[in-house]
């Protein structure tokens, strides 16, 4: 468990922020910190790298104190393994690939379990091996991110924190980056927090959230959860947004390339991933995309139905649609699940709090960037 | 052909050890008065930085004399010195090899101040997080980065130190050997009557010192920025 507490007071110009932070962060996994420009994310994470030192603070790793303000602990940065993977990548320019890699191995001190991490396996994982002698000024920004992720995690950390990576690539880039972020975690084992405010992204890297809005948490839980809450609407909803459901592969069927998945106890059909039978998987599924039937339908052409309870509706004003919060699955294990139907549908079909209903998702509708592996 | 006589031999070899010595001996000076100036802010910067520059605005001849005011036998901290260490700077060496520091240090650290003001202090900050001490990040990171500012800095201090003139012969006087470098050599000659060939000699040597000094360092700031390529993008 990482354990943070901190209060912290700064002046920034005619304005102050005030950082008052709890929170405890699983060792495993990605946790996304997500929120507005302004909200203190990156302020958040210096102080968790030690750049930054606050008025009062308690910061534990698996009961190793990292700053304990009461009992005067202050590590500095370079004593608390912690990568950091900045948004501009802050490669050295004065070293080639090999020696900006090589640099987090100088310094980090081996620890146990540390010989998970060599070079030739992140070099291997990130593709860096037709990059190792070039310097630093000719690499495109998606080479400079896999270059600092690289470097980050030769240098051993027991945490990694990464800082919007891929805030500064275009679409492209962003998808070279996404699938060595979703390897990393798994292989290495390292526990990530992850700094982003696209909801896509988070949904398909990160296990948990962290909603973070004027300096404070304003909810911490798993992404299903917290994502299709409500009273945080105005703060997780983001163009193409929607519910996130989580299950595993079951079987691939390659001639009509579909993969089945089997989530929160029920089957959803969706074109073929490349992924192992068994892998956990995350999908997105946009709330435009679902349709709602009071009955199991027969002769329709849509493959994945899933069954549920209606368990929120809140009218959108000035507009045609309704925002209903499914929750979808079996007494005890459920998911929540955004659909968006029309003011008409839903008076016709009479849908009210607490109904059972069936949530229709076509398997077109979901495409393979809404799919996250791991 | 151009035949050195004993004289000029001593002086060119004076001025060299002279000018040697006191980039030497201010470097470690210089680097820390450069970073304090660039990096940090302190009760009296602005004080420190007057005082490191007023070399640089005053003629050396107030500055040789303020000097064998403070550092005369009879002065403040020379009589000190001379009563415990029996070290002396007036009529010797080591004065000229004073007097020249003092008046080349305001553009070494000008030089060094510059290019360390150039380093991104993010980049120490990620040498940090990857495991590396401050006095590692400086000998790493920052010391490459601002190496050719060091070096163009040496060189302006050098090439300032070879043509000191003013404070040196105020402060550690004119004697053949001990004091005497090539601008004083040549002073001397323009003084005595018929030294007019002398004085064309000393002026091609010093004139040719000068250029290979200029060369030398070129080269070695050329081959310092090829490693580092300044201007990476952020």
Sequence with gaps: MIDIAIKHYMHLGDNSFHLDIELNVPTKNVTALFGPSGAGKTTLINVIAGLLRPDSARIVIDRTVLNDTEKRIFEPPNTRRIGYVFQDGRLFPHLSVSGNLGFGQRFSSPVAGSDKITFGRVSELLRLDPLLNRPIQGLSGGERQRVAIGRALLANPRLLLMDEPLASLDVERKAEILPFLEEIGQLFGIPIIYVSHSLPEIRRLAKWIAVMDGGKISAFGPVEQITSRIDLAPLTEAPGGGSVLSGYVIRHDEKLFLTYLECEHQRLIVPMINADVGAPVRVQVRPEDIAISLAKPNGLSVLNVLAGHIENMRDIENSPSVDVLLNVGDQDITAPLWAKVTKLAVKRLALKKGMMVYALIKSVSIDRTQIGIG | ?234
């Design chain 2, 1 to 234: 052909m151009f035949q050195l006589t004993p004289a000029e031999i001593e002086a060119i070899g004076l001025s060299l050890k002279v000018a040697t010595a006191s980039v030497v001996c201010s470097l470690p000076f210089g680097l820390l008065v450069a970073w304090l100036l660039a990096r940090k802010s302190f009760i009296g910067k602005g004080l420190l930085s007057a005082l490191v520059h007023i070399p640089l605005v005053v003629p050396p001849v107030v500055v040789g004399y303020l000097m064998l005011i403070l550092l005369g036998r009879q002065g403040f901290v020379g009589k000190w010195l001379y009563d415990s260490f029996d070290i002396t700077f007036v009529f010797d060496w080591k004065g000229a090899v004073v007097a020249a520091a003092v008046v080349s240090f305001p553009l070494m650290v000008r030089a060094i101040q510059l290019s360390l003001e150039t380093v991104d202090p993010l980049l120490e900050e990620a040498a940090g997080t990857l495991g590396a001490k401050p006095a590692q990040v400086f000998w790493t990171i920052t010391m490459p980065i601002v190496l050719p500012g060091v070096i163009t800095g040496m060189t302006l201090a050098f090439a300032r130190a070879l043509g000191e003139f003013g404070a040196t012969i105020t402060f550690a006087s004119n004697i053949p050997g001990e004091t005497r470098t090539l601008p004083l050599a040549l002073y001397t000659a323009t003084q005595t009557p018929g030294g007019d060939s002398i004085a064309m000699r000393l002026v091609v040597i010093s004139v040719l010192l000068a250029g290979i000094a200029l060369l030398v360092s070129e080269f070695l700031a050329r081959r310092a920025h090829m490693r580092i390529r300044r201007g990476y993008p952020t």
